[in-house]
């Protein structure tokens, strides 16, 4: 009980996302996703939030259980899950936790093992950690578009629609 109140604290007290992630790094967020997304044929999606819904917060689970399920969710919501070769990426990131989680979907998935995807989060961690939301933001980012040249490289001159907004989404 005692671990959940301090979950639903931690949540309501934490600072506005809109403060933390001013409209200057929105900005150039939003231009390395387009930059990132002409070199590949993925699509790249950022949300952000400061806590989690209170319908999360009395769950008996672990934070990285919530974490990453209401990443799965916010997949969904975006509709990431929902592009021509099936490898859209949400990169999520909860303030109140400083925590990220990445969810692809299975094109990409499918590809990528999972000690990778483990392997890039840890990467991160510091950066989360410390409150260099930017830093960390922008690592993670890099890491995706690596996994997507890699795995769905744009060939030159061929279409490539760009079928998911590329400005993050704040919760």
Known sequence: ??????????????????????????????????????????????????????????????TAELVRERALTIFGKLRVWDTEHNNGVLIYLLLAERRIEIVADRGLNDK????????????MREPFQAGDF?????????????L?????????GAHNPDELPNAPVLG
């Open 134 to 146: 930017e830093t960390g933001l922008t690592l993670a980012l890099h890491e995706v578009d690596g």
């Open 148 to 156: 997507l040249r890699a795995h769905f490289p744009q060939a030159p």
């Open 1 to 62: 009980m005692l671990t959940r109140m301090q979950r639903l604290l931690r949540h309501r007290w934490q600072a506005d996302v809109h403060q933390t992630l001013p409209p200057a790094l929105l900005q150039r967020l939003t231009r390395g996703v387009s930059a990132s997304e002409r070199q590949h044929r993925g699509e790249i999606r950022i949300y952000a939030e400061a806590g989690l819904p209170l319908s999360y917060l009395w769950r008996r689970q672990s």
């Open 112 to 123: 990528v093992p999972q000690t990778t995807w483990h392997t890039i989060l840890a990467r």
